[in-house]
Nanobody, 126 residues
Framework: QVQLVESGGGLVQPGGSLRLSCAAS?????MDWYRQAPGKQRELVAA???????IYEDAVKGRFTVSRDNTKNTMYLQMNNLKPEDTAVYYC???????????????????????WGQGTQVTVSS
């Protein structure tokens, strides 16, 4: 069983940067980041395979970079050029899988695994 602990959240001005970390215990899993803003559904931000291949939500492409260090069993999310719309609780997730997208069964989507961190708050505001 894996435990996940996020850190690195905080308050930052628009255009600023933050680096989130997710420290995992246990096995090496494919890992991903989700976020949830008040009143909104939890959404995928970025995913990374055990080998380091990354997938990004369109809203963060070009601004966020997901990476991992398997020797530390830690995943990171470098967030640059932050926008107020990025304000949310960011959650680390592990053991995601590819699944057929609900809107198009011929397209593959990331389906979250059952392991979740406690979340870390990211607030982007001036």
């Amino acid at each position: 069983q894996v435990q996940l602990v996020e850190s690195g959240g905080g308050l930052v001005q628009p255009g600023g940067s933050l680096r989130l970390s997710c420290a995992a215990s246990g096995s090496i899993y494919a890992m991903d980041w989700y976020r949830q803003a008040p009143g909104k559904q939890r959404e995928l931000v970025a995913a990374i395979t055990t080998g380091g291949s990354a997938i990004y939500e369109d809203a963060v492409k070009g601004r966020f970079t997901v990476s991992r260090d398997n020797t530390k069993n830690t995943m990171y999310l470098q967030m640059n050029n932050l926008k107020p719309e990025d304000t949310a609780v960011y959650y680390c997730n592990a053991d995601w899988k590819w699944t057929a997208c609900p809107h198009n069964i011929q397209t593959m989507c990331v389906s979250p695994g059952n392991y979740w961190g406690q979340g870390t708050q990211v607030t982007v505001s001036s």
